[in-house]
């Protein structure tokens, strides 16, 4: 059995895609059931990923890298991912796909704040903008509350007196919810002595239920007797549709004696004509005899064909009547089958109806009787209530107690809408946000406005200086190297100057630079020769072949599987 018999090319050509292999359709059943195949298949679909494996634009820069003799070795190759490391902090390394989401998502991420700040930047300003507005309103505000204060103090004296008013107005009202309630109570506890009080609260019991019950069924009732006596008229309206039917079949029988003979009649003359056409058509020197005793023979054929005619004619007139006599007498029986049927389940139906009736009369019977087991259960009920009169004392207190808490919780209530009138929350919002707790004095936000402002100016000016300063140093820069530069080019011709000494020095340590460059080069290339050549197993050969040309790995693993179980 193979070692990977659990994958198929369900889970294998996926995994082709995913390295950028073409598998150009085809199935690797074949392979995936080889035991020679299985390990090498399970350990490419382990090991191989899009980190490990080289795409074809990766594979052409590799040989182009590897013509030009620019590899490095190991050691070099990750001292130069640990250089650029350190020096781009959070960097994404080709093929890392986790880290390029994670760089992609902080992208997002600053672009979100980027917009937050954005935003928070037009809110200030629409705040600095409803603060000057704010301003102007208040200047008109104040001088309305002056004047409206004196008016508030003329209304508070009548207020006041209106609200004693009212407040004795409720306190009659509640007196007599209270009142009324206790009659209740008192009338619902003695109706068990009296029954002409009973009958009041007889419309409580559980006899609403019967009587919906008892609807319900007289409605199921009329619309099964209006359903059976309805389909006894559809009945009726069906034997008038066979009597139609039969007139249609009648005049179909006519019609298609009609078309038959018409057909017979064109057949005749379609035989006529041919015979015209083909002795025109064999017309070639004929002799006058052989014209004469051809029309003889034509005439006597005519004469036959005359003859047939007629006995055909008078037999599908005969065959014609037969057939519309027997299709009569089939819509009759057919008729009468249908009437019978048809009788036979109304029958059936109203000896169904007999039934039901009976069962409905049984039912109310049995109704009638828990009717009146419920009218003693009724009594005792209403003795149970008499009993229950003290628990309803208690829950009259309960309800009291829940009253004068709810009196409380709307009193607290009133006193937060009251405080909530009193602040400003505008005034709160404004000292928030610049930082300010424990005061409320519109003078003090203004000077703190003010005070930002300023400190807006200072850093614009700091940063103004900040770019004067940047300027000033690289012109001072450029000041400065202008001898080097003048020292190290010549003229016009923007080449090194060949004379100078200082020049020639920095040329010959250039020279020097580059021989010790190409030396790592050589020496880089000799150890990707020694390290392909080290490579026993072939690893790296495999792969190829696996994606160019499976012949030879199969034939290379066979080989090697001959050496490992001679």
Known sequence: MNGIHDMSDEEFVPFLHSLGVETYKKSFEWMLNDREFASVLRWLHNNLDHNNALTAREECRFIDIEKKGQLLSPEDLEASILNIQEQYQGICLPGDKEGKEDVEMEIKMMQEQLHVLEKQERVLA????????????????????????????EDESAAGEECLSLAKEVETITNGVIDVISDALEMYG???????????????????????????????????ASKKFMKRQND????????????????????????MCSYIQSKAELCG????????????????????????????AVDLLEQEEAIL??????????????????????????????????HADLSQLLSACQAALLLDRGVYLALRRELRALEELLQLAAQLRGYVAAEAQAVCCRMDSMNEICAEHDACEMKLQSSDILLESLFHILGVQGNNDPNALVKLYSELENRVKDLQEAVADGYKKKETLSDDFKSSTQSLRATLWDGCTTQPRAW??????????????????????????????????????????????????????LSALKNANCKVFP
Not at 126 to 153: F, T, W
Not at 190 to 217: I, M, V, W
Not at 236 to 259: F, G, H, I, N, Q
Not at 322 to 343: F, G, I, K, P
Request: proline letters at 1%.
């Open 236 to 259: 009726t309206t069906s034997d008038e549709e066979l009597r139609s039917a039969l007139v249609e079949a009648k005049s179909m029988e006519e019609r298609l004696s009609e078309a």
């Open 313 to 346: 004619y008078q037999q599908l007139h005969g065959a014609v009547k037969q057939l519309v006599e027997e299709r009569t007498s089939l819509a009759v029986e057919t008729t009468a089958c249908c009437a019978l049927a048809v009788r036979q389940q109304v």
């Open 190 to 224: 003695n109706c068990h002595c009296d029954k002409e009080t009973a009958k009041k609260f007889f419309t409580f019991g559980p006899f609403e239920t019967y009587r919906q019950s008892q609807l319900l069924f007289r409605s199921h009732f009329d619309l099964y």
């Open 500 to 553: 100078d000494r200082a020049a020639a020095a920095l040329t010959h340590a250039l020279k020097q630079h580059m021989d010790t460059v190409d030396k790592r080069v050589v020496e880089a290339s000799n150890r990707f020769t020694t390290v392909k050549n080290g490579d026993k197993q072939c690893y790296r050969k495999l792969w190829q072949w696996f994606l160019t040309d499976p012949a030879r790995l």
């Open 273 to 300: 004509e041919q015979a015209k056409v083909s002795l025109v058509a064999n017309y070639k020197d004929v002799h006058p005899s052989q014209i004469t005793s051809c029309l003889m023979e034509a005439q006597s």
């Open 126 to 153: 629409d705040l600095k903008r409803q603060n000057e507005q704010v301003k102007e309103e208040l200047s008109l505000e104040v001088s309305k509350l002056n004047s409206a204060y004196q008016q508030y103090k």
